[in-house]
């Protein structure tokens, strides 16, 4: 084998003037092979050795413009940029969990003194929670500097979807938070929207269930009660109730008001608080003069109050021979008349036409 260098071509000069049958020939072994010189290995080897730079060597022994130095430099570079960044994250979502906690408590003792529901308290001391926790959790991902505005864009296209899909019933579930904080009624209150009346039966965070008096059960959206007018006949403690007595034309009013006052004087549940019961004349219909009483009651009281004073007045009308006055119909028996008979008339009857008419000339 023979490796070439830059003495390839002395060498060659001297091998074609050197005789093939000077040369030594070459070994053999035992067996009567030829054994190949080793020169060519050993000048390899010593080649390799003379053209070799010691500072490679050196720094592959000890690792210097390395690749594995350039990873380690900028893991340790990275490591203490993030360790100080990590220990506020930490910190923000420490403080910011205890403050989303005290934050909840608070809400929930606020509710408990304005007698709020347990469903409300409930549901409004996690909605806080949760959004309180978010916000903390993107603070501190913000410190780390992992960015949230895609986080923040994503949520908020989730949240515009979600708020059109369930358009209706985030307004029944608004006005069910204001029935709930502002309380225009509440339980066993009767109320009238609309044509809808009864007593509320319970208060939900989307639909109010109310009660009429025929046993049912009325089922209301919560946004209807929060945005229409409504009337709560039961808000305070006493409440007014309107009789009206009717009387014949011809009746002595001063009498018929004194039976009225017996029948209120005679009645318990009147209250002459806070305003004293009055009698007056209210209206002339065509056949009855009507008298209205306007007595005050407690809500208790009221509907009690309503079925007896009816019966009271028209046992004491018909004991004082005072006249309810009924629809009364007036029949008049006429006498029976002759027939009229349509006068029969011949087509020689017609009035003549004129020489003027027959040429169009007439009027």
């Not at 070439?4 to 070459?26: F, I, S, Y």
């Not at 408590?105 to 007698?115: A, E, H, P, S, Y």
Request: aromatic share 6%.
């Amino acid at each position: 084998m023979l490796l070439l260098d830059d003495k390839t071509a002395t060498m060659l000069a001297v091998a074609a003037t050197r005789n093939p049958k000077d040369m030594p020939p070459p070994p053999q072994d035992e067996f009567g092979q030829m054994v190949h010189s080793q020169d060519s290995i050993s000048q390899a080897l010593s080649d390799s050795l003379k053209n070799m730079d010691i500072t490679d060597l050196k720094a592959v022994v000890t690792g210097e413009n390395t690749f594995l130095r350039d990873g380690l430099r900028q893991l340790t570079e990275l490591t203490i940029g993030f360790v100080p960044k990590l220990l506020v994250a930490t910190l923000i979502l420490w403080l910011g969990l205890k403050l989303a906690n005290m934050l909840r408590k608070t809400i929930i003792k606020t509710l408990d003194k304005r007698g709020a529901e347990g469903s409300l308290k409930s549901f409004l001391g996690s909605l806080v929670n949760l959004l309180l926790k978010a916000m903390v959790i993107l603070m501190a991902m913000d410190v780390i500097g992992i960015k949230a505005t895609s986080f923040i864009a994503l949520l908020g296209a989730m949240g515009l979807a979600i708020g059109m899909a369930l358009q209706g019933t985030l307004q029944n579930f608004a006005g069910g938070v204001i029935i709930l904080l502002m309380k225009p009624f509440k339980v066993d209150d009767y109320i009238e929207c609309g044509q809808y009346k009864g007593y509320v039966k319970e208060i939900r965070i989307f639909h109010t269930f109310m009660r009429p008096f025929n046993g049912r059960t009325i089922i209301i959206p919560n946004s209807e009660l929060a945005t229409k007018s409504l009337i709560n006949h039961t808000k305070e403690p006493v409440i007014r109730l309107d009789i009206v007595a009717s009387v014949a034309y011809g009746t002595d009013l001063k009498k018929a008001k004194e039976v009225l006052w017996e029948v209120i004087n005679a009645e318990p549940l009147i209250s002459h608080e806070p305003k004293k019961p009055n009698v007056a004349v209210s209206n002339l219909n065509n056949s009855s003069v009507d008298i209205t009483l306007w007595l005050w009651t407690k809500v208790e009281d009221y509907w009690t109050l309503w079925e007896h004073i009816r019966e009271d007045i028209y046992i004491a009308f018909n004991n004082a021979s005072i006249e309810i006055p009924f629809p009364q119909v007036t029949v008049h028996n006429a006498a029976a008349t002759a027939p009229i008979h349509m006068q029969h008339r011949a087509a020689e009857e017609h009035l003549p036409t004129t020489a003027e008419e027959t040429m169009g000339e007439g009027a």
